[in-house]
């Protein structure tokens, strides 16, 4: 099931975390899955990254500010 901001959560979103104003919840979650998935070793870091993406694209887990914005 995929997750979509949308009210107040999407203006959150594109004020604080997105990294460009028009960066969507799926880019924007790909692109810190693929970051949080550089600390593993490289064969492993493909099999990480589309975990960490599916986890964040569900929004099953939101990591603070820092992560998103990196």
Excluded: H
Excluded at 1 to 30: H, N, Q, V
């Amino acid at each position: 099931m995929s997750f979509t901001p949308t009210g107040f959560s999407l203006d959150i979103f594109k004020a604080r975390y997105a990294f460009t104003d028009a960066e969507t919840w799926t880019e924007a979650c790909a692109r810190v899955a693929k970051q949080m998935a550089l600390a593993e070793t490289p064969d492993k870091q493909k099999n990480y990254e589309d975990k960490f993406f599916e986890i964040l694209s569900e929004n099953q887990f939101v990591p603070g500010g820092r992560i998103w914005y990196n």
